[in-house]
Nanobody
Framework: QVQLVESGGGLVQPGGSLRLSCAASGFTFSSYTMSWYRQAPGKEREFVAF????????NYADSVKGRFTISRDNGNDTLYLQMNSLKPEDTAVYYC?????????WGQGTQVTVSS
């Protein structure tokens, strides 16, 4: 079955950096577009970024453009999100997602807290 396991979250000061990972299994990772989403306390889950199957195309939410970079390693079935210049408003649980067989699959999420 599809499994997505996020890691790499933590507490970081404003202006700092984190790199999130999402280990995928149970499907042919290299065939699917992958996405990152986030959900802040009291808010709806929102799109952060996506990357196409071969990594040739990416797209970002305006709020993270220029600060976050999505990438993937198809040889190791892993998705990444490099987050630089972090702001307090980036505090959220971050999730990776794959859309497969007409439904979305989500990981359990990893908490990112940006605070001094």
């Amino acid at each position: 079955q599809v499994q997505l396991v996020e890691s790499g979250g933590g507490l970081v000061q404003p202006g700092g950096s984190l790199r999130l990972s999402c280990a995928a299994s149970g499907f042919t990772f290299s065939s699917y577009t992958m996405s990152w989403y986030r959900q802040a306390p009291g808010k709806e889950r929102e799109f952060v970024a996506f990357i196409t199957s071969a990594g040739g195309s990416t797209n970002y939410a305006d709020s993270v453009k220029g600060r976050f970079t999505i990438s993937r390693d198809n040889g190791n079935d892993t998705l990444y999100l490099q987050m630089n210049s972090l702001k307090p408003e980036d505090t959220a649980v971050y999730y990776c997602r794959v859309w497969r067989n007409a439904r979305g699959y989500w990981g359990q999420g990893t908490q990112v807290t940006v605070s001094s």
